[in-house]
C-alpha cells in the first residue's frame, strides 16, 4: 500500500539529504539521531495526552527512515550493513511508538472508571448499569483498548520478525496490507484526529491496524512456505 510512496519521500527529502551530505554527515547519525527523536517525542506526549502534538511530531521525524537512505543513495553507500541497522532501529522506535499508545490507553481509556464516571456516571453506578463483568474490563489497564493497543504492539513486531526470518532462510516473506508505512501513517493519523477531538478515532485506528496485522502475518507465513518448497524440511528454532 503506501510503501509505493517511498519515492515520493525519497524526493522530498532530497534537498535536506544533499545538504546533510554537504556537512559530511554520515547516514548511519541521522539513523541513530531520528530513532531517538521519535522514542522520545512518542514517549513524551503520547502518554501526557498531547495527541495531535506527538502525532505531528512523530509524523515530521519519521521521515528521518527516508533521509539516512536518500543520503546513503547519494552517497553510492547502500551497504548490508546500513540495510541492517536501519532495520533495527525501525524496531525500536514502532516499539516505543505503539509502547507510548498502549501507556496512554491504559491511562486514559475512556471506557475507564475514572473516564466513565466524567461521562456523569457516578462511581457507585457504574458496576450496576454495565455489570460486574463489565467493570472488570472497566478498570484502567484492562480495558478492551489496552488489549487491542497489545495486540497492535506485537503483530507490529511480528509483521517484521515474519520477513527477516524467512528471508534469512533464503525464503520470501515480504508482502501484505500492513507494512510499516501503513502502520506508521494509520497510527499517526488515528492520533491526530483523536487529539483534535475526533471521537473514537484512536479506537477505529487500533482496530484496523490489529485486522491488517493478522491479515499481514498470514500472508508473510503463506508466501514463506510456499517459497521454502516441500523439500525445505524442519526450519531450526
Not at 93 to 122: E, M, N
Request: charged share 15%; proline share 4%; with cysteine.
Amino acid at each position: 500500500m503506501l510503501e509505493r510512496a517511498r519515492a515520493f519521500g525519497d524526493w522530498l527529502v532530497r534537498p535536506l539529504a544533499r545538504l546533510l551530505v554537504g556537512l559530511r554527515i554520515p547516514p548511519d547519525v541521522v539513523s541513530w539521531v531520528g530513532t531517538l527523536a521519535v522514542c522520545v517525542a512518542a514517549l513524551i506526549t503520547i502518554p501526557n495526552g498531547w495527541l495531535w502534538q506527538g502525532a505531528l511530531i512523530v509524523g515530521l521525524l519519521s521521515l528521518s527512515d527516508t533521509l539516512d537512505g536518500a543520503m546513503a543513495r547519494l552517497l553510492g553507500r547502500e551497504r548490508t550493513w546500513g540495510a541492517f541497522l536501519d532495520s533495527s532501529l525501525d524496531r525500536v522506535a514502532d516499539g516505543a511508538l505503539f509502547g507510548a499508545v498502549l501507556i496512554h490507553v491504559v491511562q486514559t481509556s475512556p471506557w475507564s472508571s475514572a473516564a466513565l464516571g466524567g461521562y456523569g456516571l457516578p462511581a457507585e453506578g457504574v458496576a450496576a448499569r454495565y455489570g460486574e463483568w463489565n467493570m472488570q474490563w472497566a478498570e484502567p489497564g484492562l480495558s478492551w483498548m489496552s488489549v487491542l493497543a497489545l495486540v497492535v504492539l506485537v503483530l507490529g513486531q511480528l509483521t517484521s520478525y515474519v520477513k527477516a526470518r524467512a528471508e534469512s532462510l533464503g525464503g520470501e516473506g515480504g508482502g501484505g496490507p500492513g507494512a510499516r508505512a501503513d502502520r506508521i501513517v494509520i497510527i499517526v493519523v488515528s492520533l491526530l484526529l483523536e487529539g483534535l477531538g475526533v471521537p473514537f478515532a484512536l479506537a477505529l485506528g487500533l482496530l484496523v491496524l490489529a485486522v491488517l496485522g493478522v491479515i499481514t502475518v498470514a500472508v508473510r507465513m503463506r508466501r514463506a512456505k510456499a517459497s521454502f518448497g516441500e523439500s525445505s524440511g524442519e526450519a531450526p528454532a
